[in-house]
């Protein structure tokens, strides 16, 4: 079996004064062993929400439904003393923001010992030589000396280094990172996704990393996903996906990206991605896209198989294909 | 084994963090930088070391009376707050019945504390029904004037110093809880919580690890602000005759005891008062600042 998870229909409502809405609408997914899917959408479509929900992470009133696959095991049907033993332990998960992700009040070595603490049964001496040995392995200089740091103490890339290592330290089978290096400059986010590769090579673990950032993609992933609304509208490899995008809305994803050389101005998707609250019937993207017709706002288009493990939901592949300039 | 080659940013960091002075060292000093608060300190330390240490340093025991030595004026010789109308030193009996009085200062917002600061933390941090729940119970009692509700308590109790502080912490219990319950909520939207979450922590190591630490200067700070308002009402109480009974001393019951003075030796009757002022005050000074100094950083 060459999948280490699989979602199948995902479906996270939440209710909004009183009204039920779906922030992920029927989400299919496969994630590679040893490899790593992007996925790849706007800033609400619904990726960050799609992430803690695989992991049942859910604001109270939230409703997921749908099966989210771990290996055998269905995760959506565990209880949550199970889904304790799971988090962190065999899918681990980093966020955005190193800095509110660590408690301000605790040495970064306290906190991930205290991630191996729940976990695993081990003495204190031996949890700190881990926590060392997984802040050196993670590029941090002087590691014993750094676990007694707090986090303020540290700069941005050393921190997400440490939640890095936070992640890493009971060696999980799927490493979910919410856009991990949006709050870094260039030069550290390169530095860090160099790391993300180098631990996947080491531990052969899986990473679902959500970007809104196409080089980011180009640059980590295996599979690409594109989100759009709620909903994947492009899934396949990604190789295929960033050479010849089939979905509209990735063609013009990667056109508003700007091109070494490229002169003039760069175009960019004219609207707004639709609200979560008025969800348009048909597919989400036609009052955007530049070649929607009328039959495009009736009913939602199914995926049309295109290419060796590429789908993607549109009405115009079936008889045209939209190429990017 | 080092993965990645260490940067110039995170060695430059290394450099600065071994010479941060220490966070006690920084709350120091800028506690230290607000002259009043810091005289507020020393006489409040003056205040309880001398009552903790009264057998030692009361010039008399509190009930040695002299029938010769009555009434005698502030600045009397050997009695330099004068005596009461049994001839007591009044010096002797403020350093003896300030132990009681501090203690039902202390013990019952230290209670409350620790009830309040649990309801308010679980009530923050679950929210929904349990958030009800508990916070609409505490504002029926919030809604009671507090000094009423006190003696309202404490009569029904009965009296007595155990009482006075039953009392007393039922009376603190709402607005500790309160705050506890603001900071709680704050403190659970924070994304280490949620990271937290992720690494497979459940609710009750969230709550003591994270939850507690990051709260607990807010309540401290709180807590502390109400140790002289607590003085007052126990005193209060104690005035009223809900406290100690005779002879022990005890400053509300001095107060009380003395008022039948107050146009033979008027001075003296306010004695009681005045220590009652000046603990309030140095308290109320010294928790202003120390909630100013904890501020500083996070």
Known sequence: MTELLKIDNLVTEFSIQKKRVSAVRGVSLQVRKGKTLVILGESGSG?????????????????????????????????????????????????QDALSALDPLYRV????????????????????????????????PSPEERM?????????????????????????????????????????????????????????????????DIGVAAEMADDIAVMYAGKIV???????ILSAPAHPYTVGLIEATPKRGQKGKLSAIPGQPPLITAMPEGCSFADRCPMARSSCREVTPAFTHYGEAHIAACYLLEEEQPVAQ | MAINAPTAGGTAALATAGREPSR????????????????????????????LLAPWVAPYGPNDGAVTD????????????????????????????????????????????????????????????????????????????????????????????????????????????????????????????EAAKTSGAGAGLIVRSHVLRNIFGKIFVFSTSQIGVCLMVASGL?????????????????????????????????????????????????????????????
């Open chain 1, 148 to 212: 007694r740091a707090f986090p303020h103490e540290m700069s941005g890339g050393m921190r997400q280094r440490a939640v890095i290592a936070m992640a890493l330290a009971c060696k999980p089978d799927l490493l979910l990172a919410d856009e991990p290096t949006t709050a870094l400059d260039v030069t550290i986010q390169a530095q860090i996704l160099r790391l993300f590769k180098e631990i996947q090579a080491e531990y052969g673990m899986s990473i679902v990393l959500v970007t809104h």
């Open chain 2, 24 to 51: 006690a060292a920084q709350i120091w000093k800028s506690f230290s930088r607000r002259k009043v608060a810091l005289a507020a300190l020393v006489v409040l330390l003056l205040i309880v070391l001398a009552c």
């Open chain 1, 109 to 140: 070595g306290e906190q991930i010992v205290e991630t191996i603490a729940a976990h695993r049964k081990i003495g204190k001496a031996e949890a700190k030589s881990q926590v060392a040995e997984l802040l050196g392995k993670v590029g941090i």
């Open chain 2, 70 to 193: 009555r009434l005698k004026e502030v600045g009397s010789a050997g009695h330099v707050l004068g005596t009461d109308e049994q001839g007591r030193d009044i010096l002797s009996r403020i350093l003896y019945g300030g132990r009681l009085s501090l203690l039902s200062g202390v013990l019952p917002v230290l209670l409350a504390s620790v009830i309040g600061g649990g309801l308010g933390v679980a009530a923050g941090y679950f929210g929904g029904w349990t958030n009800t729940i508990i916070m609409r119970a505490l504002d029926i009692v919030f809604s009671f004037p507090a000094i009423l509700l006190a003696i309202g308590i404490s009569a029904a109790l009965g009296p007595g110093i155990s009482n006075i502080i039953i009392s007393a912490t039922v009376v603190f219990i709402p607005p500790i809880a309160r705050i506890a319950e603001s900071a709680a909520k704050e403190v659970r939207k924070e994304e280490f919580i």
């Open chain 1, 47 to 95: 990726k960050s929400v799609m992430l803690r929900s695989i992991l049942n992470l859910k604001p109270a009133g939230a409703r997921i439904s749908g099966s989210i696959k771990l290996g055998e095991e269905e995760l959506l049907t565990k209880s949550p003393k199970e889904m304790e033993g799971i988090r962190g332990n065999r899918i681990a998960m980093i966020f």
């Open chain 1, 234 to 240: 492009e899934y396949g490899r990604a190789r295929q």
């Open chain 2, 238 to 298: 104690s005035f009223l005759g809900l406290g100690v009974s005779p002879p022990t001393p005890e400053w509300g019951f001095m107060l009380n005891n003395l008022k039948q003075l107050i146009f033979v030796n008027p001075v003296v009757t306010i004695v009681p008062g005045i220590f009652i002022f000046l603990t309030s005050l140095s308290l109320n000074l010294v928790s202003d600042a120390l909630s100013d100094a904890l501020e500083l950083k996070r």
